[in-house]
């Protein structure tokens, strides 16, 4: 499972790097699908990891919205804020707490109980899932899509 | 690993009763990115998750083109026959075999070694990512996406 994580970290970076050629306006351009942009993309994969990692040991989750980080530099520093935060949790996993159980509240107050090996591989398919779509974007800008090979990384 | 593999086949399920309802021009139809279209994206997905299964118990890959399965029947009759194939190997998947290595030769003649537990994690994300794609493009035909989420799929 770490083998994953460490993958999306990868091309989360590569995302970045992918982004340094791209002008802010391509990055921020509303579009089809998704959550709706590039940059806003990268922003809600950053959340998610975070929200649920942070959920998984008691801590509260992230809230702000896009608007106060639509900018190339703010995402890549949240992210890497992020990143150091949660990567201890991370690669600590151990199999014995595949089963341990979270509850969450939904929004209409009922409770709802989560492994967490379930949010774990949640998290990892939510990531990859969004770089698909960033993969779908980069066409539009006219630029080649970082690729979403697993070999051929060193992750083995 | 094997819970991202079940996952993997609900989603394609799930996309293929989401294919029910759209014409055969809107599933054939050139799209931007990825492989080009949404029925030649699931019949690549299920390709490739056959192909290097098959490699890793020293079986052939497939090498049909696409134009041979351009309905939607003939890609899920496809897809399910090949499931059946792949679905023993997947299941008895055990953590001795991570390492194993899969010797293979490129294009130009030379030999690449790949781990088993590599390929493994290679087709799972290969579909996840694929299938963010078909998402983008769901709103293009004008149809919600198949959920991507990992929980409430009662996978755990």
Same mark, same amino acid.
């Given at each position: *499972?770490?083998?994953?994580?460490?993958?999306?970290?990868?091309?989360?970076?590569?995302?970045?790097?992918?982004?340094?050629?791209?002008?802010?306006?391509?990055?921020?351009?509303?579009?089809?699908?998704?959550?709706?942009?590039?940059?806003?993309?990268?922003?809600?994969?950053?959340?998610?990891?975070?929200?649920?990692? @942070?959920?998984?040991?008691?801590?509260?989750?992230?809230?702000?919205?896009?608007?106060?980080?639509? @900018?190339?530099?703010?995402?890549?520093?949240?992210?890497? &804020?992020?990143?150091?935060?949660?990567?201890?949790?991370?690669?600590?996993?151990?199999?014995?707490?595949?089963?341990?159980?979270?509850?969450?509240?939904?929004?209409?107050?009922?409770?709802?109980?989560?492994?967490?090996?379930?949010? *774990? &591989?949640?998290?990892?398919?939510?990531?990859?899932?969004?770089?698909?779509?960033? @993969?779908?974007?980069?066409?539009?800008?006219?630029?080649?899509?970082?690729?979403?090979?697993?070999? &051929?990384?060193?992750?083995?």
């Amino acid at each position: *499972m770490l083998k994953l994580f460490e993958y999306n970290w990868q091309v989360r970076q590569d995302w970045f790097n992918w982004c340094q050629d791209v002008s802010e306006e391509e990055l921020l351009k509303k579009r089809t699908g998704g959550i709706g942009g590039i940059l806003h993309t990268l922003f809600h994969i950053a959340d998610v990891e975070f929200s649920w990692i @942070s959920g998984l040991q008691g801590k509260p989750e992230f809230t702000d919205p896009f608007d106060s980080y639509a @900018s190339l530099q703010k995402v890549k520093d949240l992210s890497a &804020r992020f990143h150091n935060e949660i990567r201890p949790f991370v690669m600590s996993w151990t199999p014995e707490m595949e089963f341990k159980e979270l509850s969450e509240l939904t929004s209409k107050g009922e409770t709802v109980i989560f492994k967490y090996g379930e949010i *774990m &591989r949640h998290v990892i398919a939510h990531e990859i899932h969004h770089i698909g779509q960033l @993969s779908v974007w980069s066409r539009e800008v006219g630029k080649f899509p970082v690729t979403a090979d697993f070999i &051929r990384r060193g992750l083995f």
